[in-house]
């Protein structure tokens, strides 16, 4: 039985997510950050790629997936999730029940935009403080143009 397999066209493709997460972790290093995990997820909540160093903590994958799939999930950064759910705490339980616990409101979770200003994917840095994890993606994202 032959049966058409439409292809997905990658916004963001590997190889610039690996030069975003190589360009990040290179960036903590060079400050002397706590060990760091570092996941770049496609439009669709996809994950594109991702790296733990040595040292990382076990869940820092999960925290920074979060991070990254909370920005996708409402459309700004994670840290500006965290803002707008100060005080919402009944919100918060029930949209991380919701995303099977996907969303981590702490800063750290960054939109990777097009050039006309559309969301075409996500990075989310779990390892140091929340400051420091955002600073992290910021600067790999820079880095990899």
């Avoid at 290179?26 to 997820?41: E, I």
């Avoid at 979060?66 to 840290?79: D, E, I, M, T, Y």
């Avoid at 050039?115 to 990899?144: F, K, R, Y």
């Amino acid at each position: 039985m032959a049966f058409d397999v439409f292809p997905r066209r990658a916004l963001l493709g590997l190889a610039t997510a690996r030069r975003v997460i190589e360009a990040a972790l290179a960036d903590a290093r060079q400050r002397g950050l706590q060990p760091m995990t570092v996941a770049v997820f496609d439009l669709g909540g996809c994950l594109i790629s991702a790296d733990s160093e040595d040292g990382s903590g076990a869940t820092r994958l999960a925290i920074a997936s979060g991070k990254a799939l909370g920005a996708l999930g409402f459309g700004v950064s994670s840290g500006t999730l965290a803002g707008r759910m100060q005080g919402r705490e009944a919100f918060v339980s029930g949209v991380a029940a919701a995303s099977d616990g996907r969303l981590v409101p702490a800063a750290g979770g960054v939109l990777v935009l097009d050039e006309d200003g559309c969301v075409i994917a996500a990075v989310g840095a779990s390892g140091d403080s929340p400051d420091n994890d955002q600073a992290v993606v910021l600067a790999g994202l820079a880095a990899a143009g």
